[in-house]
């Protein structure tokens, strides 16, 4: 299977660029690509999309088989970065490359909500896009500057064996 991870994400030593880089081990039998979404412009209907890193993204969904989305909760809601990348995607609207695309979700925090807002709103932003949500246990890591350590290498095998259990998961959803 192929599996487009998506950050909310990019600041030096994100947790979330460290869960992926987890989530790419635990997919080792499958194939992960991971596009720099802090590239993209702002979202804006006066721009077409004709941008490559844009026009790359758009593709990178349409060839994935399910997309995991890891990400931060800030001011609790989602990260700019990911709502922009979400919004160019979603375009044409009702149509677009995420509609029925399977997707899940993994949210973390430095809090003990572990980014359940966060998870919230992402369930709303891609319901509206028609995506597959794959219903679960909700994937929220709180504590997560707990569980590196610095080197970003995840430390706590709770959380590995959690992210192990929700990929499976996620799998035989897009199976089914």
Same mark, same amino acid.
């Given at each position: 299977?192929?599996?487009?991870?998506?950050?909310?994400?990019? +600041?030096?030593?994100?947790?979330?660029?460290?869960?992926? $880089?987890?989530?790419?081990?635990?997919?080792?039998?499958?194939?992960? %690509? +991971?596009?720099?979404?802090?590239?993209?412009?702002?979202?804006?209907? $006066? /721009?077409?999309?004709? $941008?490559?890193?844009?026009?790359?993204? /758009?593709?990178? /969904?349409? #060839?994935? $088989?399910?997309?995991?989305?890891?990400?931060?909760?800030?001011?609790?809601?989602?990260?700019? @970065?990911?709502?922009? %990348? /979400?919004?160019? %995607?979603?375009?044409?609207?009702?149509?677009?490359?995420?509609?029925?695309?399977? @997707?899940?979700?993994?949210?973390? %925090? @430095?809090?003990?909500?572990?980014?359940?807002?966060?998870?919230?709103?992402?369930?709303?932003?891609? #319901?509206?896009?028609?995506?597959?949500?794959?219903?679960?246990?909700?994937?929220?890591?709180?504590?997560?500057?707990?569980?590196?350590?610095?080197?970003?290498?995840?430390? #706590?095998?709770?959380? +590995?064996?959690?992210?192990? +259990?929700?990929? #499976?998961?996620?799998?035989?959803?897009?199976?089914?």
């Amino acid at each position: 299977m192929k599996f487009l991870l998506l950050s909310g994400s990019f +600041r030096k030593n994100s947790y979330s660029l460290g869960l992926l $880089d987890v989530i790419s081990e635990l997919l080792i039998a499958h194939q992960t %690509a +991971r596009p720099q979404l802090d590239n993209l412009p702002f979202y804006s209907d $006066d /721009i077409e999309i004709n $941008d490559t890193a844009m026009s790359a993204l /758009i593709a990178q /969904i349409e #060839d994935a $088989d399910g997309i995991i989305v890891c990400t931060p909760e800030y001011n609790h809601s989602i990260p700019a @970065v990911l709502k922009n %990348a /979400i919004d160019w %995607a979603s375009r044409p609207a009702f149509n677009s490359c995420l509609k029925d695309k399977p @997707v899940t979700f993994i949210t973390q %925090a @430095v809090s003990p909500v572990g980014g359940a807002r966060a998870q919230a709103h992402l369930k709303l932003v891609f #319901d509206a896009c028609l995506s597959k949500l794959h219903n679960s246990h909700e994937m929220m890591i709180a504590g997560i500057n707990q569980k590196f350590n610095v080197e970003m290498q995840l430390t #706590d095998d709770q959380t +590995r064996q959690r992210l192990q +259990r929700h990929l #499976d998961g996620f799998i035989q959803f897009i199976e089914c």
